[in-house]
C-alpha cells in the first residue's frame, strides 16, 4: 500500500496542489523605491516548518505598480499575479483575483502591514471549513498584549466568499468603504462573522512607509456616497441587491508561481469514497 500511495504521488502533474489546505492572500501597490515591504514578507514565510509551507499557498496580487523588478525565487506554494490596467485604489479587485486563483477553499485575506506566526498558519491549515462563518483575528503588541482585529483581515470560506460576489468592485478607483460594504453584505446574507481564539493571533509589521509603501491619498468623499446609495438599494430592494457585480473588471497576467511537493504522504482514509451515501443523505456531513 505505501508504495501505491507514492507512485500515486510521485506520478501527480506537476502544478497539482491538491494538497493546498489554505490560502494566504495578500496584494500591494509600490510607487517608490522597492518591493522590499512583499519580499521580505515572503522570505520570513519561507523559513516555516516544512509540514505547514508543504499545505499552505501563498498569492501575491501586484495591483499595478510601476516599479521594475524580478520575482525572487521562493521555496514555497505560491502564485504571482500583476494586474496590468491602472485602477488607483483597487484593492477590493486585488482580492476578487487572489481569491478566484486560490486553491483551498479556506482563505485568509490580509493587507501587507500584517504578518501571521506558523502556529497561526497551522491552526487555520487544520480549522473545519468556515462555512458561512467569517472570522476576525486578534493582533498581538511586542509586550504580548492583544488588541482588536484589523477591519479588513478575514479567515473566511472561498465558496462562501464567491457565493455573495467577492468585493464590490464599483468603489475602485477611489478610497474607502470596500471593506465595509463587504462585511455588511456578507451579513445581511446570513453570514456569521466572529472573533477566532485570542491563542491564534497575528501582528502588525513595520514597513518603510517612504522607501518600499505607497504615496496614494486618503480620501472618502468619492465613495461615502457610493456605501450610503448601496446600503439604500439593501434597505428598498432586498435580497442580493446593494452589489454592482462588478468583478475582475481590470486585465492581470501571472509573473511566477511554484509548487512544493510534500516530504510526506497524506493520511489515509480508505472509508471516506464509500461513506459518499452519508454525505448524501447528510449535508452537515458533506462539509
Given at each position: 500500500m505505501l508504495n501505491v500511495c507514492r507512485r500515486l504521488s510521485d506520478n501527480k502533474h506537476a502544478a497539482d496542489k491538491s494538497h493546498i489546505d489554505l490560502t494566504c492572500i495578500t496584494h500591494f501597490y509600490c510607487n517608490q523605491k522597492s518591493i522590499d515591504s512583499i519580499t521580505t514578507l515572503l522570505k520570513q514565510y519561507e523559513s516555516y516548518p516544512a509540514d505547514i509551507l508543504d499545505r499552505t499557498e501563498f498569492i501575491i496580487?501586484?495591483?499595478?505598480?510601476?516599479?521594475?523588478?524580478?520575482?525572487?525565487?521562493?521555496?514555497?506554494?505560491?502564485?504571482?499575479?500583476?494586474?496590468?490596467?491602472?485602477?488607483?485604489?483597487?484593492?477590493?479587485?486585488?482580492?476578487?483575483?487572489?481569491?478566484?486563483?486560490?486553491?483551498?477553499?479556506?482563505?485568509?485575506?490580509?493587507?501587507?502591514?500584517?504578518?501571521?506566526?506558523p502556529d497561526t498558519l497551522a491552526y487555520l491549515a487544520n480549522h473545519p471549513n468556515?462555512?458561512?462563518?467569517?472570522?476576525?483575528?486578534?493582533?498581538?503588541?511586542?509586550?504580548?498584549?492583544?488588541?482588536?482585529?484589523?477591519?479588513?483581515?478575514?479567515?473566511?470560506?472561498?465558496?462562501?466568499?464567491?457565493?455573495?460576489?467577492?468585493?464590490?468592485?464599483?468603489?475602485?478607483?477611489?478610497?474607502?468603504?470596500?471593506?465595509?460594504?463587504?462585511?455588511?453584505?456578507?451579513?445581511?446574507?446570513?453570514?456569521?462573522?466572529?472573533?477566532l481564539p485570542k491563542k491564534v493571533w497575528c501582528y502588525e509589521r513595520t514597513l518603510d512607509r517612504q522607501e518600499s509603501y505607497h504615496s496614494l491619498t486618503r480620501d472618502l468623499s468619492a465613495n461615502t456616497p457610493v456605501d450610503l446609495r448601496k446600503k439604500q438599494e439593501c434597505s428598498l430592494y432586498g435580497k442580493e441587491y446593494g452589489h454592482s457585480r462588478l468583478f475582475l473588471n481590470f486585465d492581470w497576467v501571472t509573473l511566477a508561481q511554484g509548487v512544493r511537493r510534500p516530504a510526506a504522504l497524506p493520511a489515509l482514509r480508505r472509508y471516506w469514497r464509500p461513506l459518499w451515501w452519508w454525505r448524501w443523505l447528510n449535508p452537515l456531513a458533506a462539509k
Open positions: 496580487v501586484d495591483d499595478c505598480s510601476p516599479l521594475k523588478y524580478d520575482v525572487p525565487e521562493l521555496d514555497l506554494n505560491f502564485r504571482w499575479l500583476r494586474v496590468t490596467t491602472d485602477i488607483p485604489w483597487n484593492q477590493g479587485g486585488a482580492r476578487n483575483l487572489g481569491v478566484t486563483f486560490a486553491k483551498s477553499d479556506k482563505i485568509l485575506m490580509s493587507d501587507l502591514d500584517h504578518a501571521f506566526p468556515p462555512g458561512r462563518n467569517f472570522y476576525k483575528m486578534w493582533r498581538k503588541r511586542p509586550d504580548g498584549s492583544l488588541y482588536k482585529g484589523h477591519a479588513n483581515l478575514f479567515f473566511m470560506s472561498r465558496a462562501r466568499f464567491l457565493r455573495f460576489y467577492g468585493y464590490d468592485e464599483e468603489f475602485s478607483g477611489n478610497y474607502g468603504a470596500e471593506d465595509y460594504r463587504f462585511v455588511k453584505f456578507q451579513k445581511y446574507q446570513g453570514s456569521r462573522q466572529s472573533y
